[in-house]
């Protein structure tokens, strides 16, 4: 009696955890969502409005606390000179994402000459530490490759992913603790333990691919704004050389390696053809002063027209070089109503990335990405796309209307392939 009890107790405990593993299964996946901005899928189980927001207060808070320790730099060459270099920055940045536009786009400087340090939090809130221009001696271009950096966390959500990673891992804790507990003593004794876990799990540096992330927008941002790539480069070089038994903030919480540094590097060649393009058109018109100026009168940006990080994906692309290859029917129905919510929505860029990443040979994929290019103004791309849209709208497995199970999600392909020929 007593060996079929713990056989019964066992059974009833993996019963109920392999319901709570496919509950947060379930919970995990439906939270995660690709960034067409970096063209990685991310867990979103907050949105980036309420983050933002928290972060509001404790920037507040921060403020307030500088400012009573007269620590709070708000006039004087330092602050201009950050200044100046933000706003050509943030000019950038909301052509990546328009929606920045509308951020509460604040700079604060600190003067704590120890603090090696810069931050961007979500909705544009950032700060920097005398200790950058004190112990690094940054040059403006360096200092923007901090700033860009930092303002590419905030670009690609990297805020909301890590509280959303936070809450996963709470749900987790929480959901494992009741399924191998037999009693409230046992939960909390069990959700204690997983909960430190969880805990040292997201309380670690950010991940290597959000910080490639960030380098890859931050020296881009740079870029575009007319600062040098090679910065990128001298910036991690100065910061191994303070690293002599007491590491700077900074690279506690943006660890460097040798491989990070030539990602940098080889990125060089194509960033220096945006920097040397942006130093003709800085001389022509000189940045909206983003962070004092009226927000009524800041520049408005068109969200069809987001702009998309250099990739050689991308560059593929804008030649009409995109070859789709894919037939995988499950996975295209999963997506199809994603792609065609962003061709209503003429997000012309976030439309390219999608069906490049769904890669489903198609006359349909081939229209949109041929409308894609055209919105976005390469009109010879557009072209190509368009009659590789109508080859294949002539054939049995090219075009949706004849493929079963696809579809051509509402929309008479052949005839709008015709008429955009």
Not at 258 to 286: S, T
Not at 391 to 420: I, M, N, P, Y
Request: glycine share 8%.
């Amino acid at each position: 009696m007593a060996v079929n009890n713990v056989l019964r107790n066992r059974l009833n405990v993996s019963g109920r955890l392999v319901a709570s593993v496919l509950l947060l299964g379930a919970t995990v996946l439906a939270g995660c969502a690709t960034n067409t901005m970096t063209g990685r899928k991310q867990l979103s189980l907050v949105s980036e409005e309420s983050v933002a927001r928290q972060s509001l207060s404790y920037y507040s808070a921060m403020e307030s606390d500088a400012r009573k320790k007269a620590k709070l730099i708000t006039s004087g060459p330092l602050k201009e000179r950050v200044d100046a270099i933000t706003n050509r920055l943030i000019e950038q940045a909301v052509l990546y994402r328009p929606d920045s536009r509308d951020w509460d786009w604040r700079v604060l400087v600190i003067d704590e000459p120890k603090t090696v340090n810069a931050f961007c939090m979500p909705g544009g809130l950032m700060g920097i530490y005398t200790g950058m221009f004190e112990k690094l001696q940054a040059t403006d271009d360096e200092v923007a490759q901090v700033m860009g950096h930092e303002i590419g966390h905030a670009l690609a959500g990297h805020g909301s992913e890590k509280m959303s990673t936070r809450i996963a891992a709470n749900m987790a804790a929480i959901v494992l603790a009741a399924a191998v507990s037999s009693n409230v003593k046992d939960f909390n004794n069990n959700q204690s333990a997983l909960l430190v876990g969880a805990t040292a799990f997201v309380t670690l540096p950010n991940s290597r691919e959000t910080e490639s992330e960030a380098d890859r927008i931050g020296i881009e941002l740079a870029a575009r704004a007319g600062y040098e790539p090679q910065a990128a480069v001298t910036l991690w070089q100065k910061m191994a050389a303070l690293d002599k038994g007491s590491t700077p903030v900074f690279m506690r919480t943006h660890p460097s390696s040798e491989v990070r540094a030539q990602d940098l590097q080889n990125l060089g060649p194509p960033m220096a053809k945006l920097h040397n393009h942006a130093l003709a058109n800085l001389k022509e018109k000189p940045p909206y002063d983003w962070l004092q100026g009226p927000r009524e009168q800041r520049p408005s940006v068109d969200p069809s027209q987001a702009i998309a990080l250099y990739s050689p994906a991308w560059e593929r692309f804008v030649q009409g070089e995109v070859e789709l290859k894919g037939n995988n029917v499950l996975a295209y129905q999963a997506q199809k109503g994603s792609l065609k919510g962003a061709f209503e929505k003429s997000q012309w860029r976030d439309l390219a990335v999608q069906v490049m990443e769904a890669d489903f040979r198609l006359d349909l994929n081939y229209w949109y990405l041929g409308r894609a290019a055209l919105g976005l103004g390469h009109a010879q791309a557009a072209q190509r796309y368009m009659g590789r849209a109508f080859e294949l709208s002539q054939t049995e497995d090219g075009a949706c209307a004849k493929r079963t199970f696809v579809g051509c999600a509402g929309l008479d392909v052949k005839k709008l392939v015709e008429e955009t020929r």
